[in-house]
């Protein structure tokens, strides 16, 4: 998997490097590094949404349409409870609320439907997305909030002395794609070399095979919905200092949609390359290919970042369903 996610980030570079020029008729490495930067920090913030989708993806084998909610909901908390006392006391009971709320959610709507089919579980969580949405608003209000995590909010200029024009670096991107990629590096260790992890694979497997060698499948539902809350609650914070806390957050959660397609449902790393992926591609299909679209087709422009993502998902659906990392399911009768 190393090498995998080697090559492909490497082949995202050279692409960035050679596509440029060709689009722009013109050499500015400056100004490529920049758009290629910006590209890997959103596709950090994509992968720690799309993480949250992983990880209960893995346990329970069905897509949570509540991570968006979850995110929402979490970043709601932060903004609110902050506003009557320090931040960081705020994310620390927003985090016991995200713990709470998982384990609800494990006692009332997953524990009756063990074993059932998967579409069960599947409207389950779409359930969970519609309260969550509901009652955030009633608990927490519908307006837009701020989250002030005390970044200076204006660009900075770096290497400057090494390329003509420098490249346009925003701090608080910088300081929440550092955030946001030690928390995804942290997860996917632990889920890889701790006990816990392994159980979770197993149920993930299978949920009456793990049950039977002694696997408490309640106890590592909820520690996997208990992850996924404070996934969503640190994405719901960086993304709500950086657009603010309001319900179209939520939306943000469905970027990360073709990410796990991308990557694969089953997949932590997959996650992880799939958002790099998505982050980069996006940003250098609307900055290089956006303005060759414009000319060859008379268009208005814009707008490519919003269906990027999804056209690349569609293609990696007809050609390779189970995603990058993704184990392929074969039927066997």
Do not use: C
């Not at 596509?19 to 590209?39: D, H, M, R």
């Not at 709601?76 to 985090?95: D, K, Q």
């Amino acid at each position: 998997m190393r090498k995998h996610l080697g090559i492909i980030v490497l082949g995202l570079v050279l692409l960035a490097g050679l596509a440029a020029p060709l689009v722009t008729g013109a050499s500015q490495p400056g100004f490529y590094i920049e758009v290629l930067l910006g590209g890997l920090m959103a596709g950090v913030l994509y992968s720690l949404v799309a993480l949250g989708f992983a990880l209960i993806f893995k346990a329970s084998g069905v897509f949570n349409f509540a991570q968006g909610a979850m995110v929402l909901f979490a970043a709601l908390a932060v903004a609110r409870l902050a506003e009557r006392m320090p931040l960081w006391v705020a994310i620390l009971i927003s985090i016991v609320i995200m713990i709470v709320l998982a384990w609800i959610i494990e006692r009332l709507v997953l524990r009756p439907l063990v074993n059932q089919e998967g579409v069960a579980l599947l409207m389950a969580t779409l359930g969970v997305s519609y309260f969550l949405d509901g009652f955030g608003q009633t608990v927490w209000g519908s307006d837009i909030y701020k989250i002030e995590l005390g970044i200076a909010k204006e660009p900075v200029m770096i290497l400057d002395q090494v390329f003509q024009g420098g490249i346009l670096v925003n701090k608080e991107d910088f300081v929440a794609t550092i955030a946001a990629a030690a928390l995804v590096g942290s997860l996917a260790l632990f889920f890889q070399k701790t006990a816990t992890g392994r159980a979770l694979r197993a149920v993930a497997d299978d949920h009456q095979a793990a049950q039977s060698i002694g696997i408490p499948l309640n106890r590592i539902w909820v520690i996997v919905w208990s992850v996924a809350g404070i996934v969503a609650l640190v994405a719901g914070v960086l993304w709500g200092s950086k657009l603010g806390v309001q319900f179209s957050l939520s939306q943000v959660a469905l970027k990360a949609l073709p990410v796990v397609i991308l990557g694969g449902f089953t997949s932590v790393t997959g996650a992880i390359v799939g958002g790099l992926i998505i982050g980069v591609g996006e940003k250098m299909a609307e900055v290089f290919l956006g303005p060759v679209m414009v000319k060859a087709f008379d268009l208005a422009g814009g707008g490519i970042e919003n269906w990027f993502a999804y056209v690349l998902a569609l293609l990696f659906l007809l050609v390779r369903p189970q995603g990058l990392f993704g184990e392929k399911h074969i039927d066997r009768v």
